[in-house]
Nanobody, 122 residues
Framework: QVQLVESGGGLVQAGGSLRLSCAAS????????MGWFRQAPGKEREFVAA????????NYADSVKGRFTISRDNAKNTVYLQMNSLKPEDTAVYYC???????????????WGQGTQVTVSS
């Protein structure tokens, strides 16, 4: 099973930017599709973005399209989420996920990190 550690969360004002990172270990990183989900207080965990093993395909939730960008560096075993034009409704714990299967990754996720808190103030 792949191990995932997120970093980069914090407090930012509306309109600001943050970049989340997720470092993977334990398996061959390029065998895995990678993604980000988020969970706000009192809400279910929801899909944010996903990227295929060699970055040929990306997918985003409608709520973040045009504002967030997912990328990965297979040499560093790391996936990133660049978040621009942040809104208070983006406030949530953001979780990194990995799975060899694109469909599973995109819908339910696979292995999970511990999460990183993102708070956007108005």
């Amino acid at each position: 099973q792949v191990q995932l550690v997120e970093s980069g969360g914090g407090l930012v004002q509306a309109g600001g930017s943050l970049r989340l990172s997720c470092a993977a270990s334990g398996r061959t990183f390029s065998n895995y599709a990678m993604g980000w989900f988020r969970q706000a207080p009192g809400k279910e965990r929801e899909f944010v973005a996903a990227i295929s093993p060699f970055s040929s395909v990306t997918n985003y939730a409608d709520s973040v399209k045009g504002r967030f960008t997912i990328s990965r560096d297979n040499a560093k075993n790391t996936v990133y989420l660049q978040m621009n034009s942040l809104k208070p409704e983006d406030t949530a714990v953001y979780y990194c996920t990995a799975d060899p299967t694109w469909t599973k990754l995109r819908t339910t996720g696979g292995s999970w990190g511990q999460g990183t808190q993102v708070t956007v103030s108005s």
